[in-house]
């Protein structure tokens, strides 16, 4: 029997590592001889910096893996060139192949959100190519949810609860001082799909009345008709406190999107960073209506909050990254692992397969249905949102803080 | 039997409400007929917002309290004008004074910080002055910790948690890329001292190499030290992800003050509110590094966070609760109830009491032996913070969601 190649890749989630134990499971389970884990994703792997994961996971560690958050083996945000034959693009290719070749490798698992299934795509294209059977999988993670051809993606169901975990408290705070009016804007991340902004109506569930407004990036905006929202909320809402929910990707038509600028920067694969709309807004309402006014980015920590993470989302991670190594042993190359909602309500799902064509470099935008209007979600939406961010797992603590996982480099072989 | 009042006032904590229970179940144990909630602080009181909290707290919903962030009663900031004997700074005590007799009161508990125990000072010392017997009792809250003659504050444990659980999480997305040279700059709240700041050390307890750099307020700061330690620590680290803490309330020496003041304003207490010292730091970095660099403020979350209090400090809030109700029936006024600390480990506190003129208007400040050299906190600090995060309270889950007690204005009387 072969060995399979696991490695993570683009941002951290709480749910990765999750996959990472799945994937690494059901490897045993199935009979591969070895499971070995890239360093770095594939950066890692083309400096040889790989982890036999046999000695790396005994039994002890394992529910360790499952709540620590961000990628245990590191991540990275490279991008291959796509191979055309040539000697220029073909070098990386070849090493990675000679790599595949020296470990043995039967699958290569590739967990990670649209550029890595670029990473899958082409892979599995330049093995299908020169006709070696090595298999590659793609696992889906990725707080934005903005993947195809699955319902959901591992991680964004933690990072929707602790957006909605967020906004609930941040209401509570907002209103202690009753009819004061101030406005608080809040940044969620996701730099195309509104997703995440959207979890942030789950807070009403639990009795918040907020967010007032919610804006997601595939809706229009103008900052106009946000600050005459926010003057009408201001007057009619049942207490002076508005409580707004942003895409961190909002496309803000004004003379204040020249200010952006200043923040944004562009990564290895050319997206905007389109940070501090917030604090534009913020800005604006200042301006304009002169209120108290105070923007909030929630950051890193919506992601990495793994002491909030919902234990649906992490028990499908794991069963996804099971799926994953299945789908090696099947016999398939160039598919991504999916989740199937078969109901919302009782709550149901199986995890089925999609060509990884379909699902590299795309964005899945939420539906027109899922939204209300220009400043909030339908209760479609919310039936779609409220069963990914269920159960709460253990999580052992020391010290008084979560307990993590830590990747000693000695294991590097 | 007379009757008791309370009210919040200040900044939120997630401990507030338990020293509300505390104070309302010892004055049903001390045989006081009835126990008043005023809300919104004093100016809720002048507007006759009370409640009565024997008809609000019934048995099962007195745990959903201890687990309700920010101040169930709501909050002010309200300041009152030093009572002098004329006219005009009479009125608002004889409305006080009225609304106390109306009500029969024999005490009053004030949960607050410094300005609150203003308050306190004020009261008593009028009531005092017209040789009328109601006692007015402090009780401290603040996540700032920076009360005079408490070891600590009740609010504070569960904010460090906050704080120390943020740090480990944001380590391990920080330090995903590998040797990729970044600086994240996290600024935790604190206008005067750096208590909150320093318990992002505590994240070191569970195996974070991080925060590199702490930066308190009470420490001499200046951009270019700050600067050089950034560049030394980008060369030398393990690895080259940086993590610095940040206060609030630093005080930068540098140009880049100059542009605070766009960030500042003031409340009705006339301290200025020092947000965005974190983004100043980041341009900094960013002008003179130039590596890729991100400033996050944990800004309100810190201080709502009610998922990550800790036990240690719900049960020892809601313990000071009750020692305030027990100095209203020793007669005591004019005073704030304290925690005493008897030992670290095992650790050990009791409750004394102070003369409220020792705390109102004085900010504690950590001691020099608190720090180690210009960007770490000691042994010591840590050995004092450690014990204060400690536990981790039940909290009753409802839609996945933390379930909150919300005041039904109904109960107004």
């Known amino acids: 029997m072969k060995n399979i190649l696991i490695a993570q890749s683009g941002g951290p989630t709480v749910a990765i590592n999750s996959s990472l134990l799945g994937a690494f499971e059901a490897a045993k389970e199935l009979g591969f001889e070895k499971v070995y884990g890239a360093c770095f994703g594939l950066s890692g792997l083309l400096k040889g910096e790989i982890v036999n994961l046999n000695e790396v996971l005994s039994g002890s560690n394992r529910q360790l893996l499952m709540q620590t958050p961000s990628c245990f083996l590191g991540s990275c945000r490279k991008k291959l060139l796509p191979f055309d034959g040539t000697e220029k ?5 070849l090493e990675i192949a000679q790599i595949f070749k020296t470990l043995n490798i039967e699958g290569f698992l590739y967990i990670g959100g649209n550029d890595s299934m670029d990473t899958v795509s082409k892979l599995s294209t330049y093995f299908k190519t020169i006709n070696n059977k090595v298999k590659i999988i793609g696992v889906p993670k990725t707080i934005d949810n903005d993947l195809f051809a699955t319902d959901h993606c591992p991680g964004f169901g933690s990072a929707a609860k602790f957006v909605a975990t967020a906004f609930l408290e941040l209401e509570r705070d907002c209103t202690v001082y009753g009819n004061k009016p101030t406005v608080t804007i809040v940044e969620v991340m996701g730099r195309d799909a509104g997703w995440l902004t959207a979890a942030s109506a789950l807070a ?9 407004l919610i804006y997601c990036s595939e809706q229009n905006f103008s900052v106009e008709e946000f600050l005459t929202s926010i003057e009408h909320e201001l007057k009619f809402s049942s207490n002076k406190a508005v409580l707004v929910a942003v895409s961190e990707g909002l496309k803000i ?38 209120c108290k006014v105070r923007s909030i980015e929630l950051s890193l920590l919506q992601r990495c909050g793994a002491h909030l993470a919902s234990a649906t989302d992490l ?16 016999g398939l190359t ?5 989740i199937n909602r078969k109901s919302d309500e009782p709550y149901s799902v199986d995890f089925g397969f999609v060509d990884v064509e379909q699902v590299a470099n795309r964005v899945k935008k939420m539906p027109a249905d899922m939204f209300n209007g220009p400043a909030d979600v339908s209760k479609k939406a919310m039936a779609y949102l409220k069963p990914l961010i ?16 830590h990747l000693n480099k000695n294991y590097i072989i």
Chains 1, 2 share one sequence.
């Open 315 to 330: 028990n499908e991670a794991k069963k996804i990254g099971e799926q994953a190594t299945n789908l090696v042993k099947e």
């Open 390 to 405: 269920q159960g709460d797992p253990d999580i052992e603590l020391e010290n008084g803080l979560p307990k993590h996982l």
């Open 253 to 290: 038509e004004s003379k204040a999107a020249e200010a952006k600028t200043d923040q944004g920067w562009f990564d290895e694969f050319c997206h905007a960073r389109n940070a501090g709309v917030a604090k534009l807004l913020e800005k604006a309402v200042c301006a304009k209506i002169g």
């Open 204 to 212: 009403r569930l639990n009795g918040a009345t907020g967010p007032n």
């Open 334 to 338: 160039g598919v991504m692992a999916t």
């Open 89 to 93: 693009t073909q070098s990386t290719y």
